[in-house]
């Protein structure tokens, strides 16, 4: 397990609280575990905002991508800064 900077994760686990429950943990596994490998596929030591945002833009089923969009600009993740939403519609 990674360590990751503290505001993000802060950000992160508010942001999970507000998945709906029959999808949260799933959405937590798969997130954190996608978030990890960015930061390390960046040779980074810990897990920042962008690899949040990168994870969470790589494996979004199409009917949750508008919530997840929401979610993260309404949680304080900003996803543009890092060039997303890409090739999709908000």
């Given at each position: 397990m990674m360590i990751w900077e503290t505001g993000t994760e802060n950000k992160f686990r508010i942001l999970i609280s507000k998945i709906?429950?029959?999808?949260?943990?799933?959405?937590?596994?798969?997130?954190?575990?996608?978030?990890e490998e960015s930061a390390f596929g960046r040779k980074s030591d810990r897990?920042?905002?962008?690899?949040?945002?990168?994870?969470?833009f790589s494996d979004v089923?199409?009917?949750?991508?508008?919530?997840m969009v929401r979610l993260l600009g309404q949680n304080g993740f900003d996803y543009k800064k890092y060039g997303f939403p890409k090739n999709r519609q908000e």
């Amino acid at each position: 397990m990674m360590i990751w900077e503290t505001g993000t994760e802060n950000k992160f686990r508010i942001l999970i609280s507000k998945i709906p429950l029959f999808h949260r943990h799933i959405t937590e596994e798969v997130v954190r575990r996608r978030a990890e490998e960015s930061a390390f596929g960046r040779k980074s030591d810990r897990v920042q905002e962008e690899d949040v945002v990168a994870a969470f833009f790589s494996d979004v089923p199409s009917p949750f991508y508008s919530m997840m969009v929401r979610l993260l600009g309404q949680n304080g993740f900003d996803y543009k800064k890092y060039g997303f939403p890409k090739n999709r519609q908000e």
